[in-house]
């Protein structure tokens, strides 16, 4: 059983979602907005679940074709290849380069699955108002906003072989469609972590105890 020590929330405590300042809003008092920035004062990220769904089922959508169109270019006097992220981590596989194949391939094909699928575990425990393991899944929520910046291993890598390839008709190497449904799956899957409150996950506990 999780011992549990009353909640800043139950003393009329609250912490501004813009600048930080905890200051007090009981249901008796007028206080409404943030005394240092003005911002509007919740208890909880207002929508904060819908906002969440909403972006990450965007993600899931842009996952597939990030992970089936060409992301990168490359061509030369002598060859043209297009490159999904997977085609590119079986050419570095087989080349030999073995260690950024596989960092690739956690980077940019394993994270953002697993950052997808820990989302949506979240979301549901805490539409379902679960019980289950609640210092794990705070621990899940802060080790999915830490590894997400990870996952634009690819972008920098198309970037920055776009930007050193300066060789005209000789080469050429440039992103494909694939890179912008990448980068806005990566992107997406931030933002939704960042709306998600994970203050939500000690609610059921907190009404648990004052009833």
Same mark, same amino acid.
């Given at each position: ?85 997977? !085609? ?6 087989? /080349?030999?380069?073995? @260690? ?5 391939? $956690? #980077?940019? %094909? ?40 990870? !996952? ?6 198309? /970037?920055?072989?776009? @930007? ?5 008709? $000789? #080469?050429? %190497? ?38």
């Amino acid at each position: 059983m999780t011992e549990l020590t009353p909640n800043a929330a139950g003393q009329g405590l609250c912490s501004c979602h813009v600048c930080n300042l905890v200051s007090r809003r009981g249901p008796e008092s007028a206080q409404a907005h943030c005394p240092r920035c003005g911002a509007s004062l919740h208890f909880r990220k207002p929508g904060s679940v819908a906002r969440c769904w909403a972006l990450l089922l965007a993600a899931y959508i842009l996952y597939i074709p990030a992970n089936l169109l060409t992301i990168m270019e490359t061509g030369s006097l002598f060859s043209y290849r297009r490159d999904t992220i997977m !085609s590119g981590v079986i050419q570095l596989w087989n /080349t030999g380069s073995y @260690a950024i194949a596989v960092v690739v391939f $956690i #980077a940019s %094909v394993t994270i953002p699955l697993l950052k997808l699928i820990s989302l949506t575990m979240l979301l549901v425990s805490v539409q379902r108002r679960s019980k289950w393991r609640p210092r794990q899944r705070t621990q899940l929520y802060r080790m999915v906003e830490f590894v997400g910046r990870w !996952s634009m291993l690819d972008i920098y890598v198309v /970037t920055l072989l776009a @930007a050193l390839v300066r060789l005209g008709n $000789i #080469a050429t %190497v440039k992103a494909g469609p694939g890179a912008l449904a990448f980068g806005a799956v990566v992107v997406l899957t931030m933002f939704a972590s960042m709306q998600f409150d994970p203050r939500l996950i000690w609610d059921p506990f907190q009404k648990e105890r004052n009833s």
